[in-house]
């Protein structure tokens, strides 16, 4: 009943910018830790952008993209974002919505993914 559907993606060439959003259903998102990852073909799967529960603690970014991709949550919508700016060619990945409940054991959710290609 869980689902988690990310929404974005796409074509852009480098320097561009994309908004991706992930839309959780059957959950309380109050009560989730929140993220997005990345993963492309051979690698494993990364950490792009972490949003506690709690909208007092701050949120988290990979070195290679802070200062150009910014997280932010809709507690009331069950929705969460990414918007990426001056996009690079290796951005281009798959990325994820993650749900992680903050103590129950086993609630851990993904989404099927969204790709992001940054290219000429």
């Known amino acids: 009943q869980v689902q988690l559907v990310e929404s974005g993606g796409g074509l852009v060439q480098p320097g561009g910018s994309l908004s991706l959003s992930c839309i959780a259903s059957?959950?309380?998102?109050?009560?989730?830790?929140m993220g997005w990852y990345r993963q492309a073909p051979g690698d494993q799967r990364e950490l792009v952008a972490l949003?506690?529960?709690?909208?007092?603690?701050?949120?988290k970014y990979a070195d290679s993209v802070k200062g150009r991709f910014t997280i932010s949550r809709d507690d009331a919508r069950n929705t969460v974002f990414l918007r990426m700016n001056n996009l690079k060619p290796e951005d281009t990945d798959v990325y994820y919505c993650?749900?992680?409940?903050?103590?129950?054991?086993?609630?851990?959710?993904w989404g099927p993914g969204t790709q992001v290609t940054v290219s000429s």
């Open positions: 993650n749900a992680d409940h903050l103590w129950q054991r086993g609630r851990d959710y």
């Open positions: 059957g959950i309380d998102m109050r009560f989730y830790n």
């Open positions: 949003f506690p529960s709690s909208a007092n603690a701050n949120a």
